[in-house]
Nanobody
Framework: VQLQASGGGLVQAGGSLRLSCAAS????????MGWFRQAPGKEREFVAA????????YYPDSVKGRFTISRDNAKNTAYLQMNSLKPEDTAVYFC???????????????WGQGTLVTVSS
């Protein structure tokens, strides 16, 4: 499967952005999806994950209550709605896919190219 992330940009603290991850090349509904982020000089960090049907989601405490992952299997797209953004949310955001299981680490088999989110104070 090929993944294309989009929707990043510059936003003020407290603002919102919605990222999209468009999938192609395989049956999207067969994949568990995840979002990660990587700030300069830091390791890639888990942000959100969703199961194949969209009924189960997971978040780390750092984004819980502010970020929402979702998917539209008919549109072959996963989303990350980010609200109440903080300067520390600034990073390149990546979507990822895996057929095996929902993962909270970087062991996904497929990755998008990343989209930059910058939150100004």
């Amino acid at each position: 499967v090929q993944l294309q992330a989009s929707g990043g940009g510059l936003v003020q603290a407290g603002g919102s952005l919605r990222l999209s991850c468009a999938a192609s090349g395989d049956t999207f509904s067969m994949y568990y999806m995840g979002w990660f982020r990587q700030a300069p000089g830091k390791e890639r960090e888990f942000v959100a994950a969703i199961n194949r049907s969209g009924t189960t989601t997971y978040y780390p405490d750092s984004v819980k209550g502010r970020f929402t992952i979702s998917r539209d299997n008919a549109k072959n797209t996963a989303y990350l709605q980010m609200n109440s953004l903080k300067p520390e949310d600034t990073a390149v955001y990546f979507c990822a896919a895996d057929r095996r299981t929902m993962l909270f680490t970087t062991r996904y088999d497929y990755w998008g190219q990343g989209t930059l989110v910058t939150v100004s104070s």
